[in-house]
């Protein structure tokens, strides 16, 4: 991740000349526009982490933990019922910001994105108003919808959920990881 934003953050300061709406200095343009090339590998992406996991900062044992929350998640499988529970847990804080605010702002990030998707699909309010402003930030969802028909419908329940006023999605095109929601056709 920390590398996808370092070239993310090195490709705009070499197309734009500036860093967050602040100008830098030509050479730093320059610089930018020699080393983005470089960088942006795949070869070496995959050599970065590598090297990462080999010294520890990324244990092949976190790594597989991870997968599994995602397949038991994923298959709603498991004693617990992973995602019934979670479900539950934010259903219960949504229901008070909603009884307390007119309107509530939701923002997902990564897996957060599946599991928000996954809640706002089937979520109701006694009150019949548009109040949930929903955003999203590098969403697993293209990628997982390849795996999960189940991702699929609750994007589409989601989109169709009276109470959701907007849904905007933020990604990236060079990170397969974080791409587009893939919104069904007609949508």
């Known amino acids: 991740w920390y590398y996808g934003i370092l070239i993310t953050i ?11 709406g602040q100008v830098v200095p030509e050479s730093w343009s320059e610089y930018a ?3 983005e090339p470089i ?13 990462l996991s ?11 933990d991870k997968a599994y929350l995602v397949k038991k998640y994923l298959g709603n499988v498991g004693g617990i019922v992973l995602r019934n529970k979670v479900r539950y847990r934010i259903k219960r804080i949504t229901d008070d ?14 897996f957060g994105v599946i599991i928000a998707t996954d809640f706002l699909a089937d979520y109701t309010n006694n ?3 548009e109040k949930i402003e929903y955003i999203t930030l590098g969403g697993t969802l293209k990628v997982l919808s390849y795996r999960s028909k189940w991702i699929k419908r609750e ?11 907007n849904w905007d999605d ?5 990170d397969w990881l974080g791409g587009k929601t893939p919104i069904p056709l007609g949508m």
């Open 54 to 64: 080999i010294f520890g900062s990324i244990s092949v044992d976190k790594l597989i």
């Open 33 to 35: 526009k020699f080393i």
């Open 127 to 129: 009150s019949s108003t």
């Open 10 to 20: 090195i490709k705009e300061v070499a197309e734009t000349n500036n860093i967050f």
């Open 97 to 110: 910001v909603l009884n307390n605010y007119d309107k509530l702002t939701i923002v997902a990030h990564s």
């Open 170 to 174: 933020y990604y990236s095109m060079q």
């Open 155 to 165: 994007i589409n329940k989601c989109l169709n959920n009276p109470l959701i006023s």
């Open 39 to 51: 960088l942006d590998k795949w070869s070496l992406f995959i050599f970065i982490g590598a090297i």
